[in-house]
């Protein structure tokens, strides 16, 4: 069976099993820009991305240092025709992300 959304999963399966995240969210946001120039004759359903992970991965490394790591990780698919457009990151710890939520609770 084909997927619907091809290019999510492959980021969702290289994200977990490069960096083991504690926390995965994915989101598609490509609807919301594919009145964009750039995107009017795209075929791709799957252009720009918002992703949050964290993972014990990104320990004592600052956030473009994080970002790099996932950047490489999915370089094919952000040079790709009709691949990765856009790709908003947040990166945590673990540790991170639990002094996040002692702030919000």
């Known amino acids: 069976?084909?997927?619907?959304?091809?290019v999510e999963d492959l980021i969702r399966a290289k994200l977990t099993s490069a960096f083991t995240p504690t926390t995965l969210l994915?989101?598609?946001d490509s609807h919301?820009?594919?009145?964009h120039?750039?995107?009017?004759?795209?075929?791709?359903?799957?252009?720009h991305f918002h992703v949050t992970i964290t993972s014990a991965s990104f320990a004592s490394?600052?956030?473009?240092?994080?970002?790099?790591?996932?950047?490489?990780?999915?370089?094919e698919e952000m040079s790709r025709e009709g691949g990765i457009h856009a790709l908003q990151l947040r990166t945590?710890?673990?540790e991170e992300e639990?002094?996040?939520?002692e702030?919000?609770?």
């Open 61 to 75: 490394k600052p956030q473009p240092a994080r970002h790099r790591m996932v950047y490489g990780l999915l370089k």
């Open 103 to 105: 702030r919000q609770s």
């Open 98 to 101: 639990a002094r996040e939520a």
């Open 32 to 35: 919301k820009h594919a009145h």
């Open 92 to 94: 945590k710890t673990p």
């Open 37 to 47: 120039a750039p995107m009017r004759d795209s075929t791709s359903k799957e252009t």
């Open 26 to 28: 994915i989101r598609n």
């Open 1 to 6: 069976m084909t997927s619907n959304t091809p």
